[in-house]
């Protein structure tokens, strides 16, 4: 089963809408979506759509997160756009791509 988990340099930057897993800290192993990224690029913030929403995302430093091959590019195009994403849909839209690695495609 391919989870889509890939090991980065410490330099390579996440992007909007990225799908990354917390390594470190009390959320350790929890997914979530980059919504947001500092200027300096060391800090993201991230949106897991239940306790973490797009509105209101977690602040974490990158080098505790293992990014992923995963991009949900509508949901970079909405944030990068419009400047905010619609709940529901984000729950929409991540619960697809966990369903899809549960199911092992």
């Known amino acids: 089963m391919d989870l889509g988990l890939k ?3 410490d330099d390579s930057l996440c992007r909007i809408g990225q799908v990354v897993r917390s390594r470190k800290g009390k ?3 929890r997914w979530y979506v980059v919504v ?3 200027e300096d690029g060391r800090r993201v913030f991230l949106a897991d759509g239940v306790k973490f929403t797009p509105a209101k995302p977690k602040a974490k430093n990158t080098i ?3 990014r992923t091959g995963w991009h ?3 949901i970079a195009q909405s944030i ?3 400047g905010k994403i619609d709940a529901g849909r984000f729950q929409a839209l991540l ?3 966990k369903r ?3 199911q092992g495609g």
């Open 7 to 9: 090991e980065f340099s």
């Open 27 to 29: 959320d350790v192993g």
């Open 36 to 38: 947001g990224v500092s």
């Open 64 to 66: 505790h997160l293992q």
């Open 72 to 74: 949900l590019d509508e």
């Open 80 to 82: 990068m756009s419009e």
């Open 95 to 97: 619960a697809g791509l």
């Open 100 to 102: 899809n690695e549960q």
